[in-house]
């Protein structure tokens, strides 16, 4: 809850909007996907670009009709199977965003554990609203903000999690206990002792969530709006739509294949079906007045941490968000944010784990850089640019190892063996040609290329021009391995008189 009402603020929309993408997110993408562990609802990740397309067109209502059509377009984008890219992104930057957002959980969290909550619920970026930054965020809260009774509800509750973990009984009723819930309980029982013993340590109302309260049905119904569809000529709409559409499409599946990696039964969600999933989500939450949804990573893990194990309990979070806003606003509006850091800090925690360092490192430089890399440029940028400077990264040191030499070889005695040792694509083409080059006159040639399933085009012109000049040079050629069925035209094996083996 504190997410959705954080990412509205945020966004400059009204705060019932993110409950409507987390009550959407959770109970319409849950139903439609087929990820067991993934849960939706309003994104952080959007926030500014949000913002700004609030700012731009001439009402919300305009804004509700591009999130409809961004939804539409993630339909389309499924339909040409467009999720498959997903399937590219290295294990190494998955695996970094995951650290990273952990740690930014922690470090965006502990003021809101000491007592200040100038930063809202579920920001990921490095500066912040306010002009501040996660770090200076920090210092102004330890400097000028300690709020005892902050603090010594989130160490109750922080000391309770990290307990029950371990204490935390295999059989028996209190097996089905959630840590979450009984560190809200000491949150809200901890507050209301700390009014009757500690008045002066007590949390005002701007420590504690925020939801709004509907006096009627009627005004609860207000809550909700539909899109100015009179809008649909306005080419801002339309831009908009395709930003939130590509946007909101890149995050989903990276979140989803990042959480695919921590089912503890390596489930594999199909990537089209869930943009068509996500597409679904967004059409009803610009119908109803809510907020684009994409699969988040933060609830997500939280859903992971808590031990579900089929996609009944996404659908079941989104289904207890309508519930607790439309008949008990008044109970939420008694939770301390400080036991909500809590229960983040926790999972923070479980996704960077030294553990993960020490595992990546013992990879080798190919795994360790781009992970920390990801990491560093998440926690000091935002979620979307970190990621995409890990991919970059990323396929630097992918392109790196392809440089490496793949070509062996060997003369002796005027018999000759060039070897390639893994598919040649064109950027082998130098290597291959500077081997080529040191067969001497008059020797016997044989060019290896059994270890291959693929040879490109360039190579096999640097193969036939080497061919159709070693009759003149009284180089005997054999080619093992039958090239032909592997890579484009391939030499004749007929016209130049050469052998196959």
């Not at 439609?32 to 990740?45: C, D, F, I, Q």
């Not at 360092?357 to 440029?377: L, N, S």
Request: contains cysteine; proline residues 5%.
């Amino acid at each position: 809850m504190p997410l959705c009402l954080g990412v509205a603020l945020a966004s400059g929309a009204p705060l019932f909007s993110g409950v409507i993408a987390g009550i959407v997110g959770g109970v319409v993408v849950g139903a439609l996907s087929k990820s067991p562990l993934s849960v939706s609802g309003p994104a952080a990740g959007l926030t500014v670009i949000v913002f700004a397309a609030i700012e731009r067109l001439p009402s919300y209502e305009a804004f509700l009709l591009a999130v409809m059509l961004a939804g539409i377009m993630q339909i389309g984008l499924a339909a040409t199977r467009s999720g498959v890219a997903a399937e590219f992104v290295p294990s190494s930057v998955i695996t970094g965003m995951l650290a990273a957002i952990g740690a930014i959980l922690i470090l965006k969290q502990v003021p809101h554990a000491l007592g200040y909550d100038g930063d809202f619920e579920g920001s990921f970026e490095f500066v912040q609203a306010d002009g501040s930054n996660t770090f200076s965020a920090i210092a102004t809260a330890a400097r000028e903000h300690l709020s005892p009774g902050a603090i010594l509800i989130a160490l109750a509750s922080l000391a309770f999690l990290f307990w029950w973990d371990k204490a935390r009984p295999k059989n028996g009723p209190l097996r089905f206990v959630p840590g979450p819930l009984v560190v809200v309980l000491i949150g809200v029982g901890g507050n209301a002792l700390l009014g009757l013993i500690k008045p002066s340590w007590q949390l005002g109302t701007s420590h504690l969530v925020q939801v709004p309260i509907a006096k009627s049905f009627g005004e609860f119904t207000s809550f909700f709006a539909t899109p100015d569809f009179s809008q649909i000529g306005n080419g801002a709409v339309w831009t908009v739509a395709v930003t939130l559409a590509i946007v909101a499409s890149l995050e989903s599946l990276l979140s989803v294949k990042a959480v695919d990696g921590l089912d503890p039964q390596r489930r594999v969600t199909p990537k089209n079906w869930e943009m068509m999933a996500q597409g679904g989500g967004n059409i009803l939450s610009g119908l109803i007045g809510g907020l684009p949804i994409t699969s988040v990573i933060v609830r997500s893990s939280a859903n992971v941490d808590a031990g579900a194990q089929t996609k009944a309990s996404s659908m079941m979070h989104g289904a207890w968000l309508l519930l607790s806003v439309a008949l008990i606003p008044f109970l939420l509006n008694l939770i301390p944010l400080a036991a909500l850091a809590a229960v983040l800090i926790a999972t923070g925690y479980k996704l960077t784990k030294p553990k993960l360092f020490t595992e990546r490192y013992k990879q080798g430089w190919t795994q360790f850089v781009p992970f920390v890399v990801t990491i560093v440029a998440i926690l000091f940028t935002d979620l979307l640019i970190g990621i995409v400077i890990g991919l970059g990264v990323g396929f630097i040191f992918v392109v790196a190892r392809n440089f490496r030499s793949v070509i062996t070889f060997v003369c002796d005695d005027g018999d000759c063996l060039i070897r390639a040792r893994r598919n040649l694509y064109f950027i082998h083409k130098y290597e291959l040609q500077k081997e080529l080059d040191r067969v001497p006159d008059g020797a016997n040639l044989m060019i290896d290329l059994s270890s291959t399933n693929y040879v490109d085009l360039d190579n096999v012109d640097v193969i036939n021009a080497f061919i159709k000049g070693a009759a003149y040079r009284g180089i005997n050629v054999t080619v093992r391995g039958d090239i032909a069925e592997r890579s484009a035209p391939m030499i004749n094996a007929q016209t130049l008189g050469i052998r196959f083996t």
